[in-house]
Each structure stands twice: as structure tokens, then as C-alpha cells.
């Protein structure tokens, strides 16, 4: 069983940053593709930002390209989620998933919410005209 703690959101203005964490349990962290998705109210979920158990291959929802920047630290089992130039259209619940199959390339990015099989539970950010 793996468990995702994500941390790091809360309120910023318009223009401002805030960077996501989430830590991971399980001894082969290193082997999970990662991703982070959101849900604003009234939307769907939809994915911000995957990436492979290796950390060489990215992808990114075309609204954050530019701005939003996802990395992993084997060393310390956390995915990070760096978000710039945030937007009143930013805010949302922003949740961790992470991927544990064994077939999963090293470059393998998960685009889809049941390309995963572990969840975080969430964290608010909110972004302020």
C-alpha cells in the first residue's frame, strides 16, 4: 500500500507561486511515474502535470505549460509541483496520484486518472484577483 501526503497549497494572489510537495511511502518510490491533477469546483478532474519513475520524460496540461513545473527527488520519495504566474483560473483541489505496475517504462508519463492506482487526499489552492 502506498500512501500520498501532499502539502503546500493554501491562498496567493494573482502572479504569485506556490509549490505543491507531496511524500510518498513505499520502499520503490523511485519506480512510481507520478502525476498531479486538479478539480475546480464544478469541473472535471483533469490532469497538471505527470512524470516518468525515471524523471526524464515530463507532460503538461496545455493551460500550465510555461508555468507550472513538476520534479522528483528519488532521495526523499516527494514529488513537487512548482506553479508560477498563477491565475484566478489555477484554483482548485490539487491532488498527488502515483503509478506502481511493473511494466511502466522509464519514460512512461500517465495521462489519465486510472493510468494510476494510488491518490493523495488533496490539497486547496486559491488564487486571488
Known amino acids: 500500500q502506498v500512501q500520498l501526503v501532499e502539502s503546500g497549497g493554501g491562498l496567493v494572489q494573482a502572479g504569485g507561486s506556490l509549490r505543491l510537495s507531496c511524500a510518498a511511502s513505499g520502499r520503490t518510490f523511485s519506480r512510481y511515474a507520478m502525476g498531479w491533477f486538479r478539480r475546480a469546483p464544478g469541473k472535471e478532474r483533469e490532469l497538471v502535470a505527470a512524470?516518468?519513475?525515471?524523471?526524464?520524460?515530463?507532460n503538461y496540461a496545455e493551460s500550465v505549460k510555461g508555468r507550472f513545473t513538476i520534479s522528483r527527488d528519488n532521495a526523499k520519495n516527494t514529488v513537487y509541483l512548482q506553479m508560477n504566474s498563477l491565475k484566478p483560473e489555477d484554483t482548485a483541489v490539487y491532488y498527488c496520484?502515483?503509478?506502481?505496475?511493473?511494466?511502466?517504462?522509464?519514460?512512461?508519463?500517465?495521462?489519465?486518472?486510472?493510468?494510476?492506482?494510488?491518490w493523495g487526499q488533496g490539497t486547496q489552492v486559491t488564487v486571488s484577483i
Open positions: 512524470i516518468s519513475w525515471s524523471g526524464g520524460s515530463t
Open positions: 496520484a502515483a503509478r506502481n505496475r511493473a511494466y511502466s517504462g522509464a519514460n512512461y508519463v500517465g495521462l489519465r486518472g486510472n493510468d494510476y492506482d494510488y
